[in-house]
């Protein structure tokens, strides 16, 4: 008989396209996703444990869980509770005794054993902690997907784990060292997931552009080279990456944004802060100017390029002064899109221990308010600029209006549009017609409008 399965993802990214992964695992074992946890055979909770508030909304959610598991006791069946993800690797056991309920703890590194582990956990002889960082990889040992893709836009993890150790993050201790999968097992998921539908790669790492995968000639690729080799496969029509990070954008896949049509001219490239100080004091490795020249370099290769970043505001120690530069670097550059957080002090990290130097959390709040007013001015004139432009635009999306699809630009922003539904799916030229903070309106472009403009002798702005 099938099993229901039902996975909650908090966090990243990585953390979707894990989740993902961990239901091609269970599927051989009879499970099949399922939208609510009342009733599942298995709920797993897929957590992150970057700030503190993430981190504490899974203790939260485990209480309303251990009703559902009462429910499902009373009506005769058993409901397996697992927690996944980095608060289950940075807290291993210790989730055990803060919720007993809780039958399996387990790593990102460590799912591809979860065969195994449900044996165990189903046996019933004490819960099943698997925190270890194996030898194998589990790239190596996952089954191929078994689901169909979700949609024509899809998450390829590429590279994991970070060893930058910056002083504020738990990633380097909850990933674990860094990694990069072999070329040729890349190409062949992008080849499936080509053939399945998708047209939009994001490719996926803690630090994507740290990528150094091998390829089957001995060489290492960097992420510039991997671009490259994914635009050559058929139906690959974008390609986009996440997380980078400054001090790996080199010179290669500079260029590729030039030179590589698929690409697409959007690229989140956190900053952290716009002071030398604390930067240094964060153990980035770049400064403010580093940032401001790469970002002129990528420019220069792609002149259209849009820029995403990530901010931490109150990092310890942080003067009004440092502030002030940071409000400064983002006038410099201008961000198409941005996220901004209050500095939170994770346990074992070398920031959380700086004693004395921690910023009150109403100078955070106020911070936080000054940088995300700029943000946002900065977001909305973006958006702004795009209002008459004909954009190329994945429909991956039914809205919830009669006729309504959605997408993404090529600059990631949302376009809303009224659009037959065979065009779900495809890349279709819309001319935007209204901007809003977060997202924008469009018609599809027809051929007949294309004759009226070259009739008229118009030039379309092709983006
Ligand atoms: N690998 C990426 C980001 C990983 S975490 C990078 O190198 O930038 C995503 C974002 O969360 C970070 O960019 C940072 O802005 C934020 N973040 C990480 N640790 C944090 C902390 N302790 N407090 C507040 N924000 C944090
Ligand atoms: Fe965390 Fe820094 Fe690594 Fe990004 S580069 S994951 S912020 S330690
Ligand atoms: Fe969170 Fe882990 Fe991602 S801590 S941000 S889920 S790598």
Known sequence: MKKKLFIKTYGCQMNVYDSGRMADVL???????????????????????????????????????????????????RMVVAVAGCVAQAEGAEIMVRAPHVDMV????????????????????????NTDFPVESKFDLLPEESAAPAGPAAFL?????????????????????????????????????????????????????????????????GLGRLIRGLAELEGVERIRYTTSHPRDMDDDLIAAHGEVPQLMPFVHLPVQSGSDRIL?????????????????????????????SDFIVGFPGESDQDFADTLRLVTDIGFAQAYSFKYSARPGTPAAGMDGRQVPEAVKDERLQALQQLL???????????????????????????????GRGPYMQSVHLIAPERLLGSVAPVRITAAFANSLTGEVVTLDDHAADAAAGTEEVRV
């Open 280 to 308: 240094a004091a964060m153990n980035r490795k770049h400064t403010a100017d580093d940032y401001r020249r790469i970002v002129e370099r990528m420019r220069a290769a792609r002149p259209d390029l849009a820029l995403s």
């Open 376 to 406: 946002n001015a900065q977001q909305v004139g973006f958006n702004e600029s795009s209002v008459g432009q004909v954009q190329d635009v994945l429909l991956d999306r039914v809205g919830k209006k009669a006729g309504q699809l959605l």
């Open 157 to 221: 993890s590429v590279q994991e784990g970070c060893d930058k150790f910056c002083t504020f993050c738990v990633v380097p201790y909850t990933r674990g060292a860094e990694f990069s999968r072999p070329v040729a097992q890349v190409i062949a998921e992008a080849k499936r997931l080509a053939a399945a539908g998708v047209r939009e790669f994001t490719l996926l790492g803690q630090n994507v552009n740290a990528y150094h995968g091998e390829a089957q000639d001995g060489t290492v690729w």
């Open 27 to 77: 599927a051989p074992l009879g499970y099949e996703p399922t939208d609510a946890p009342e009733g599942a055979d298995m709920v797993i909770l897929n957590t992150c444990h970057i700030r503190e508030k993430a981190a504490e909304k899974v203790y939260s959610e485990l209480g309303r869980i251990r009703q559902l598991q009462k429910d499902k006791a009373s009506d005769g069946g």
């Open 106 to 129: 387990f790593g990102p590194q460590t799912y591809h054993q979860l065969p195994e582990m449900v044996a165990r956990a189903v046996r019933g002889t004490g819960g099943v902690v």
